[in-house]
């Protein structure tokens, strides 16, 4: 699957560590990245930790959300695994819960999310979602097709 592109609390990075692989970050604990040196702090540690990258940080009056599974040495999110993703986040522009995102197998962006309550709970869900799916492809290889 190719890129696809769509259009329509607590700030203490220097101290998040990312989960473990595998470990979903709760809400309340979804760093706040809107300084840039709170973002590479947090994709830092995501790194040291293994762990696939999420953070929300305030654009104007909005919030964004970003998760990068690069941060992570596991295997790329399988492409049928990212169809569910990018079904979840067309839903979420559709309704216009977020007015722009970005898809790919290992990152995702959604911006001018309306609160940062709202950034949290979207970040925590798909973060969730990345770790599930990417231990789900670990444990059922999806086989590959033969030309």
């Not at 990312?18 to 702090?41: N, Q, R, S, V, Y």
């Not at 979840?88 to 290992?106: F, H, I, K, M, R």
């Not at 949290?120 to 770790?131: L, P, S, T, Y």
Request: contains cysteine; negative net charge.
């Amino acid at each position: 699957m190719a890129d696809v592109h769509l259009m329509n609390g607590v700030s203490a990075c220097d101290d998040v560590r990312m989960p473990t692989p595998g470990t979903p970050l709760p809400a309340a604990l979804i760093p706040d990245c809107t300084k840039p040196e709170a973002h590479h702090a947090a994709y830092r540690s995501a790194k040291t930790d293994d762990a696939i990258f999420v953070c929300i940080a305030r654009h104007g009056s909005r919030w964004m959300v970003e998760l990068d599974a690069f941060a992570s040495p596991g295997p790329t999110i399988p492409d049928e695994a990212v169809a569910v993703l990018h079904s979840a986040v067309e839903a979420l522009v559709s309704d216009g819960t977020a007015t722009q995102a970005n898809v790919s197998p290992d990152y995702i962006s959604m911006l001018a999310i309306e609160s940062e309550q709202k950034a949290r709970e979207i970040a925590a869900a798909f973060h969730a979602a990345m770790q599930g799916l990417r231990q789900l492809y670990v444990a059922v290889p999806v086989p590959r097709r033969r030309a």
